[in-house]
T-cell receptor, first 113, second 116 residues
């Protein structure tokens, strides 16, 4: 089955700095890679996603890059703010409407004011 | 749009009792829903895929008889934790696919189960 590894497990940055979280996956058939933000005690919220036919996607301060050959994808958050503090999960799936997502172990991001 | 409602948000039950958790898609039909389990400070682990009108597909290591899933309609899936034990205490979250064209999984708000 699919195996998703996520690094780092914790990340602390100063407000205004950039944060980068990286994930690797094992199944070359995976073609959909969402990123979720989860605040304490709340549900995961989709913040950005990318499909395997795209190398990069950006939405304001958040961007995701994908390297299919190397089977890794990364989340980039620029100009971080304290409200960005949360746990971030990457995931991978095969992209059918009945597909299953395999999640990374999560990264706890702390943005210090 | 694309709202998934999950109830209850919190439940405390005694060992040996059963607990039912509901997952509803409020404004769309979900032929497939997914049930995840999340331990504190850990990732989401897929437990089973709930298919409307048919039996659920369980992940390896998940006890079918302990975690009963029923997906009787296109908007409702239920997870029943039978004969609950303290080690079943966890955060249970459902998700549903919102669009047949893209994988926009929407998560329910989660259920914090505590078995005492």
């Amino acid at each position: 089955g699919e195996n998703v590894e996520q690094h780092p497990s914790t990340l602390s940055v100063q407000e205004g700095d950039s944060a980068v979280i990286k994930c690797t996956y094992s199944d070359s058939a995976s073609n959909y890679f969402p990123w979720y933000k989860q605040e304490l005690g709340k549900r995961p919220q989709l913040i950005i996603d990318i499909r395997s036919n795209v190398g990069e996607k950006k939405d304001q301060r958040i961007a995701v890059t994908l390297n299919k050959t190397a089977k890794h994808f990364s989340l980039h958050i620029t100009e971080t703010q304290p409200e960005d503090s949360a746990v971030y999960f990457c995931a991978a799936s095969k992209g059918t409407n009945a597909g299953k997502s395999t999640f990374g172990d999560g990264t706890t991001l702390t943005v210090k004011p | 749009g694309a709202v998934v409602s999950q109830h209850p948000s919190r439940v405390i039950c005694k060992s040996g009792t059963s607990v039912k958790i509901e997952c509803r898609s409020l404004d769309f039909q979900a032929t497939t829903m997914f049930w995840y389990r999340q331990f504190p400070k850990q990732s989401l682990m897929l437990m089973a895929t709930s298919n409307e009108g048919s039996k659920a597909t369980y992940e390896q290591g998940v006890e079918k008889d302990k975690f009963l899933i029923n997906h009787a309609s296109l908007t409702l899936s239920t997870l029943t934790v039978t004969s609950a034990h303290p080690e079943d205490s966890s955060f249970y979250i459902c998700s549903a696919n919102t669009d047949r064209r893209v994988n926009g999984y929407t998560f329910g708000s989660g259920t914090r189960l505590t078995v005492v």
